[in-house]
């Protein structure tokens, strides 16, 4: 065998040289005795004051960003509420402007009675020369007044206007004839003519159409009227049903058998000796004599019954004294066992003490004589494993 010189390998040392190292370290930390009692790990500390300060900062970046969406909500709350009473004023605007529109006080039911005007509105004693509140005691019509002389005047002036306004509706009208004769005899192309067509066929249309509507309205209530007719009809006709319906029926339960009470309708369908309970009308004598005789034996046998159980009871309570005196004597037995076995146990127990104080002695005299001295336990504490 020839001899080669082996090259350690580089990972295998580099590992031992770190454990090493790691070694010195927990010791420089372990053997340190402020070190190890008060368990100042300045390490630690710091990076727990790190973590503070990153917790704190983080803590105060959510609170400012809480504070940026509370400002924001409340000013969305402020705009909601600005709203809502830019709401309830318009809305408050809108009802009074209806209330003074719509609910005048002059349209009020009781107005005539809270009418600051109400005299000023009052109709006079005396109105015309025909009115019926004035008689003969009335003090209010004499010869040569003419009351109704404004009015008269005012009718003729109407009666006036209205005839020049006819007058000039005629008059309009005939020019526009004029000049539609003379707009049909001059019209020189096929437009005009055709426009005139139209006009012509679109007042026939119309024409048409209203009788139409005419027609149709007259056939609507020739139906509805055709229709109520059958309506009452129908209601004579289910009224006089009802009525014999209602005959039939008061007849129906005169004659029954409920109200003739028919014993045999209260036989069941089921069997011969059921009864339908609603339709049973009363047992008959010889059933309730067989229920009598029922009840009877019923006694007879509650009577033999019982007898027999106040027998079983008698017996069961002398089976029970008997069970009794048998436990008692078996009690008496598992006493005298039981202390029987404790005196055997104290004798056991004392031989064991007697035998153990003299090995304790044995061992403090003879066997543990080398007491240990200060070099023996500084031989510990040198390592950290």
Same mark, same amino acid.
């Given at each position: ?19 090493? %190292? ?34 704190? %900062? ?36 809108a009802?009074?402007?209806f /209330? ?15 009418? =600051?005007?109400? *005299? ?11 009115? =019926?509140r004035?008689?003969p ?5 004499f ?5 109704n002389?404004?009015?008269?005047q ?7 206007r ?32 055709k ?5 012509l066929?679109?007042?026939?249309l119309?024409?048409l ?14 139906? %509805? ?20 319906n ?6 129906n ?31 008959s ?6 229920v009598?005789r ?7 046998? %509650? ?34 066992? /039981? +202390? ?11 031989? +064991?003490?007697?035998?153990q104080?003299? /090995? *304790?002695? /044995? ?14 336990? +500084? ?7």
């Amino acid at each position: 065998m020839y001899k080669v010189d082996i090259q350690p390998d580089t990972k295998e040392a580099t590992a031992i040289e770190a454990r090493r %190292n790691q070694e010195k370290q927990r010791q420089s930390r372990i053997f340190n005795t402020r070190y190890r009692t008060m368990g100042v790990d300045v390490e630690g500390l710091k990076s727990q004051v790190e973590e503070r300060k990153l917790r704190e %900062n983080a803590e105060k970046q959510r609170d400012e960003a809480f504070d940026a969406h509370r400002i924001q909500y409340d000013k969305i709350a402020q705009m909601l509420e600005d709203e809502e009473q830019q709401r309830k004023r318009q809305l408050h605007k809108a009802l009074v402007e209806f /209330h003074q529109q719509e609910q005048e006080p002059a349209t009020r039911r009781e107005w005539d009675l809270q009418d =600051p005007a109400a *005299l000023r509105k009052g109709q006079p004693a005396r109105v015309s020369d025909d009115d =019926p509140r004035c008689g003969p005691a009335s003090m209010q019509c004499f010869a040569g007044e003419d009351m109704n002389g404004a009015a008269r005047q005012k009718l003729l002036k109407e009666k006036n206007r209205r005839d020049l306004e006819e007058q000039r509706a005629e008059r309009e009208k005939a020019l526009a004839d004029r000049k539609y004769a003379v707009l049909m005899f001059f019209a020189d192309t096929l437009e005009d003519k055709k426009r005139i067509e139209l006009d012509l066929r679109a007042l026939e249309l119309a024409r048409l159409e209203e009788e139409c509507r005419r027609a149709k309205a007259m056939a609507v209530a020739d139906f %509805n009227r055709a229709q109520a007719a059958e309506c009452v009809e129908q209601q004579r006709l289910a009224q006089q049903r009802e009525q014999d319906n209602n005959y039939t029926e008061i007849y129906n339960h005169l004659t029954g058998d409920i109200l003739t009470e028919n014993p045999d309708m209260a036989r069941s369908l089921v069997g011969p000796h059921r009864m339908v309970p609603y339709l049973w009308k009363g047992m008959s004598p010889e059933q309730v004599e067989a229920v009598r005789r029922t009840q009877k034996e019923q006694c007879k046998e %509650n009577q033999r019954l019982r007898e027999e159980e106040r027998q079983r009871e008698a017996e069961w309570d002398r089976q029970r004294h008997l069970a009794a005196r048998a436990g008692m004597v078996m009690e008496e037995e598992v006493q005298n066992f /039981h +202390l029987q076995l404790r005196k055997s146990q104290d004798a056991y127990n004392q031989e +064991l003490a007697e035998a153990q104080k003299a /090995h *304790l002695q /044995h061992l403090e005299k003879e066997v543990y004589t080398n007491t240990p001295t200060a070099q023996y336990h +500084l031989q510990f504490n040198t390592s950290t494993r």
